[in-house]
């Protein structure tokens, strides 16, 4: 029984690992403005020069880390919007020759809002270093253009 919690608890901290993620193909799958719904962000490293990509992404309730992406690789993590719809999950951006930047990759009113300038999504899946500034941050659907916002800097 012990080695039953104890596996438990290995799988379930293998979720939040800073191992690269495998992300689904592009998609949007709405199943946004419910509390507690599932989401999972995945960062895409496309930043123009190739050079690996360092991010730490917290919220106010959870802070995942320092993370390194190669270049063309992906990472993601999984969480719940909370019960108030008030989730947020900032992450700071840096690369060689490309400065330091912020972004908030996930924000309910944008990301999870049925009745928003943006579709909800489930998977929300955005490539990084698409442009320099004015489409930095690109969401990718499969149905439309990507969604893309300049650094929050």
């Excluded at 799958?29 to 962000?41: E, M, N, S, T």
Aim: with cysteine; net charge negative.
């Amino acid at each position: 029984m012990v080695s039953f919690f104890i596996l438990t608890l290995f799988v379930a901290a293998l979720d939040v690992s800073d191992s690269v993620a495998e992300a689904p193909g592009p998609g949007s799958g709405g199943d946004g403005f419910f509390p507690l719904a599932k989401k999972h962000v995945v960062i895409h490293n496309v930043i123009s020069n190739k050079q690996t990509l360092n991010v730490h992404c917290n919220s106010s309730d959870d802070d995942l880390g320092l993370i390194h992406i190669r270049w063309n690789r992906y990472w993601g993590f999984r969480f719940r919007v909370n019960i108030w719809e008030t989730t947020r999950f900032r992450c700071h951006f840096t690369w060689y020759g490309g400065g330091s930047h912020y972004f908030e990759i996930f924000n309910v009113w944008r990301d999870d809002n049925e009745f928003g300038k943006f579709p909800a999504c489930s998977d929300c899946i955005w490539e990084v270093g698409r442009d320099a500034k004015d489409h930095a941050m690109c969401r990718i659907t499969e149905d439309s253009d990507p969604y893309c916002f300049p650094w929050d800097d």
